[in-house]
């Protein structure tokens, strides 16, 4: 069962008013697409005169740099993106955020290779896409097996080329999240070295630019309802959801029920816990070199009820 986001009040925000337009960004492999091809929040939306914008991205990076110009209000995104666009000064916000995931991204290798362990990793080139939720796992895998970032060579590719190179041979280990996760599993036959399990939670948040948030406080609680009611159907009609995320990005229905087999959706507000964890990817980003500065995630919070 989803949990319950419970807000409050927000007394100096404009709370009896609605916005014209709401802008979400997304992408075709996330919770958002799901939202938009059900169409559940344009029809709430449109009873309230409010029209629903839906801006596609390629990545977490880009959406959020459509947040902090203002290009759009809301997003979803894995853990790693919020964290370089706090770094940029982006005023967003959490609203919410999933359970954790951590079967959905895992370092595989070809069926044949001879590495065993993430120790055998030492001295493999290593694809990735550079500053991603995987790049987080990637550190925290080699440093549970004894090894640094500096022991590997890390290739940063988007999942296309990644895939390419995987293919080829070209790198000889991929660090790779779902629905990618599945398709090589499905079509490459890759193999599992390490998912998530036991080194790092692996979230989507929910986000917000701050000045939308406080803004329409019952609009943005009323987004975040409704991708906890979307979840628990997601969550109870896995195929349906399947077809439809197949749809959207054309990976066949089959992958896409691996992936979902593995990814429970939610909406869950967000705790001093949820905030710890992602602040600990922060601090790791920074000390390995990939944030240019400190980031203290917890500037981001929002809650209607402590307003």
């Known amino acids: 069962m989803v949990a319950a986001v419970i807000f409050g009040s927000l007394p100096y925000a404009q709370a009896e008013s609605v916005p014209k337009t709401v802008n979400i960004g997304y992408q075709k492999a996330n919770i958002f697409a799901l939202l938009k091809y059900r169409g559940t929040l344009d029809e709430q939306f449109k009873q309230q005169g409010i029209a629903v914008r839906w801006v596609e991205f390629p990545a977490g990076p880009q959406m959020l740099e459509g947040l902090n110009v203002g290009s759009i209000d809301l997003a979803a995104t894995g853990d790693a993106p919020p964290t370089f666009a706090q770094a940029a000064q982006a005023d967003l916000v959490y609203?919410?955020?999933?359970?954790?995931?951590?079967?959905?991204?895992?370092i595989v290798v070809p069926e044949n290779s001879a590495i065993k362990t993430v120790a055998d990793l030492k001295g493999k080139r290593v694809a990735l896409n550079k500053g991603s939720d995987v790049n987080y796992l990637l550190v925290s895998a080699l440093e549970a097996a004894g090894l640094s970032y500096q022991d590997i060579t890390p290739v940063y590719l988007p999942p296309a080329d990644a895939r390419a190179a995987f293919q080829r041979g070209a790198v000889d280990a991929w660090v790779i999240w779902d629905p990618y996760y599945a398709e090589v599993e499905?079509?490459?036959?890759?193999?599992?070295?390490?998912?998530?399990?036991?080194?790092?939670?692996?979230?989507?948040?929910?986000?917000?630019?701050?000045?939308?948030?406080?803004?329409?406080?019952?609009?943005?609680?009323?987004?975040?309802?409704?991708?906890?009611?979307l979840s628990d159907w997601a969550n109870n009609h896995p195929q349906e959801a399947a077809k439809i995320l197949a749809t959207s990005t054309g990976l066949?229905?089959?992958?896409?029920?691996?992936?979902?087999?593995?990814?429970?959706?939610?909406?869950?507000?967000?705790?001093?816990?949820?905030?710890?964890?992602?602040?600990?990817?922060?601090?790791?980003?920074?000390?390995?070199?990939?944030l240019p500065v400190k980031v203290d995630v917890s500037s981001a919070s929002w809650s209607l009820d402590k307003k």
């Open 95 to 106: 609203l919410a955020h999933s359970p954790a995931n951590p079967k959905t991204e895992a």
């Open 186 to 229: 499905t079509n490459a036959k890759a193999r599992l070295i390490k998912n998530a399990e036991g080194l790092v939670p692996h979230y989507t948040f929910y986000l917000a630019s701050r000045k939308f948030a406080d803004s329409y406080p019952q609009t943005a609680k009323q987004v975040v309802d409704e991708l906890g009611s």
């Open 252 to 290: 066949p229905q089959p992958i896409w029920q691996r992936a979902l087999a593995r990814m429970p959706y939610g909406a869950q507000r967000m705790t001093p816990e949820v905030f710890k964890q992602q602040q600990a990817l922060a601090d790791k980003f920074t000390q390995i070199g990939l």
